[in-house]
């Protein structure tokens, strides 16, 4: 995501806030709509972000990922996504969420991360 940045995010109480600006040179094609390959990396972050908060900063992989889309983003427009972790287990973390751009769904994502150990 270094490349595909900047990403910001910040923590509201239990609640993860993430989101980019939509550049076009840098996340889109020539007629200005968001790639969906950075759609989808975006989730992965999000997502396994959310997961990496409520595992107190425990190194995480994602198992699985799915992202299901819904509409395009522009170029210009800010992209979004609170996380939410649907069931959390000592072994794998389930979470969800929705990829806006302003309040139009861009994308519905879920997966399921684990923790891993050094």
């Known amino acids: ?3 595909n940045g900047p990403i910001w995010y910040r923590l509201r109480g239990n609640r993860l806030d993430v989101g980019f600006l ?12 968001i790639h969906g390959g950075m759609i989808a ?6 997502l396994g972000h959310a997961v990496w908060y409520a595992h ?9 990922l799915d992202v299901n889309f819904v509409s ?4 210009g427009e800010w992209i979004s996504c609170t996380p939410e972790i649907v069931m959390q287990a000592r072994l794998v973390s389930f979470v969800r969420g929705d990829i806006m751009a302003g309040v139009c ?3 519905t994502t879920s997966g399921v991360w684990k923790p891993i150990r050094s």
Do not use: C, Q, Y
């Open 105 to 107: 769904v861009v994308a």
């Open 72 to 75: 395009a983003a522009m170029a």
């Open 22 to 33: 939509a550049v076009a040179e840098i996340h889109g094609n020539n007629l200005g709509v």
């Open 1 to 3: 995501m270094k490349r």
């Open 41 to 46: 990396s975006f989730a992965d972050f999000a």
């Open 56 to 64: 107190i900063r425990t190194p995480i992989v994602t198992i699985h």
